[in-house]
């Protein structure tokens, strides 16, 4: 499946952002980019000054679209992520936005940016919001008593959507390029876990962490099977946290709830590089290390079942 990197064209003065809409649903049409985080709700920080605060942009997210003719992944770098922001704030665009990409607004002003450069004491943290490493974050004000009362507060709206346009660059995946964006992945959620893992045991040097074994058969033999993948590809696929991982589940070792957190949110972002049958693609390898789908699958019901204990 093609892979499309939308970039900033420097030379054409209406590449960027015009604008950030509030949502429920995200839509795209041609190289016009109007799009919503899936999985990353707003955070009401302040509800009496009414402020808002969510992702605007995450880099190399890979998000799904498709249109009549194909079915194709879009992204932006790290790069176009920071640029993007940069351009939105110096064409003071702060006081543009829409909602669903339809009706023009007043009274909302975006009075916060930042790009997230640490993920365990970033401000997003303090209201629960999870995002990685170079996540274009933006705090909303909304002095319009109609959206507020009638689409934050009943939640039809949940979450922000950019409205720009972009250019594209075609390209088909490489296994090098895939191996260093998932490897790029692995590193935040290796990073992410080791600093909870100091905080914890910082708040209490006697803390036994409460660890989970029952992920079921699959797990352990994706886990083996991308071992042995990684192996016929002389060891060029998997990263030294992508070992440890792999091992640990083939040999159906106890995880936390925390290790349990990163596979879910790596697996979400790694999916899109997976691909069935192709037993030398690094992505499909990555994945497998990781335990694949059925790991995906319990990973999601495991923290459900931890949160209403």
């Given amino acids: 499946m093609d892979i499309v ?66 079915e194709y992944y879009i992204y932006f770098s790290k790069g176009t992520v920071k640029k993007a922001s940069e351009l939105f704030l110096m064409r003071g665009n702060q006081n543009n936005s ?40 933006v705090s909303m004000k909304v002095n319009n008593d109609e959206i507020w009362n009638d689409f934050v507060k009943t939640g039809k709206v949940k979450g922000f959507s950019i409205e720009g346009y972009f250019a594209d660059k075609m390209q088909r995946p490489k296994d090098s390029t895939i191996k260093d964006e998932l490897a790029a992945i692995e590193e935040e959620e290796a990073e992410y876990l080791l600093n909870e893992i100091k905080n914890v045991l910082k708040e209490d040097n006697n803390l036994e962490l409460e660890s989970y074994s029952d992920y079921p058969d699959s797990v352990k033999n994706n886990a083996k099977r991308g071992l042995k993948l990684n192996e016929a590809v002389n060891n060029k696929c998997a990263t030294q946290v992508g070992k440890v991982r792999a091992q640990q589940l083939a040999q159906g070792k106890p ?40 790991a995906k699958t319990w990973a999601e019901s495991k923290l459900k079942q931890i949160n209403k204990d």
């Fill in 255 to 294: 995880i936390s709830e925390e290790t349990i957190k990163r596979m879910y949110s790596y697996l979400s972002r790694a999916e899109a590089y997976y691909k069935p049958g192709d037993n030398e693609a690094c992505g499909t390898i990555s994945f497998l290390l990781w335990g694949g789908k059925s």
């Fill in 98 to 137: 829409t909602l669903e990409h339809q009706l023009p607004l007043t009274g909302l002003s975006v009075v916060e940016s930042w790009l997230v450069e640490d993920v365990t004491h970033d401000k997003t943290k303090k209201y629960g919001l999870e995002v990685p490493l170079g996540t274009w974050m």
């Fill in 5 to 70: 990197e939308l970039f900033i064209d420097e030379e054409n003065l209406e590449s960027g952002i015009d604008a950030i809409s509030v949502v429920e649903s995200p839509a795209i049409e041609s190289d016009f980019v109007a799009l919503k985080n899936q999985e990353i709700k707003l955070a009401e920080i302040d509800s009496e000054k009414r402020i808002l605060m969510g992702p605007a942009l995450i880099p190399n997210k890979p998000i799904y679209r498709r249109n009549e003719e194909r």
